[in-house]
């Protein structure tokens, strides 16, 4: 059975920094974008980061950029976000993607182009 496992999540203090893990199980990831989403409480599930099948390309979200890195390992079986200088608003539940998509700006914008979901990482943010 196909499915994304996502790992990595906790308790962060702001301004400091935690990496979430994806792993994919019964499937490799090779022709398919990834992408992290986000969704807080009462708020959409939000694309952030996403990664091109080949890694060669990202895109980020504009509240994200700087501060957020994905990654995908060249056994594409895996792919990592690592998250630095975390602020308040991060806090959420994270979610992996993976798709067969050409365009890093609709796999970032679109969940409807999501073919397989994580089942999510809680990131709580608190000093």
């Known amino acids: 059975q196909k499915h994304l496992v996502d790992s990595g999540g906790g308790l962060v203090q702001p301004g400091g920094s935690l990496r979430l893990s994806c792993a994919a199980s019964g499937f490799k990831l090779t022709y398919h974008t990834l992408a992290w989403y986000r969704q807080a409480p009462g708020k959409e599930r939000e694309g952030v980061a996403c990664?091109?099948?080949?890694?060669?390309?990202?895109y980020y979200a504009d509240a994200v950029k700087g501060r957020f890195t994905i990654s995908r390992n060249s056994a594409q079986t895996s792919a990592n976000l690592q998250i630095t200088n975390v602020k308040p608003e991060d806090a959420a539940t994270y979610y992996c993607?993976?798709?067969?998509?050409?365009?890093?700006?609709?796999?970032?914008?679109?969940?409807?182009?999501?073919?397989?979901w994580g089942q999510g990482s809680q990131v709580t943010v608190s000093s």
């Open positions: 993607a993976a798709a067969v998509v050409g365009n890093l700006y609709h796999m970032c914008t679109m969940p409807g182009a999501v073919d397989y």
């Open positions: 990664i091109s099948a080949d890694g060669r390309s990202t």
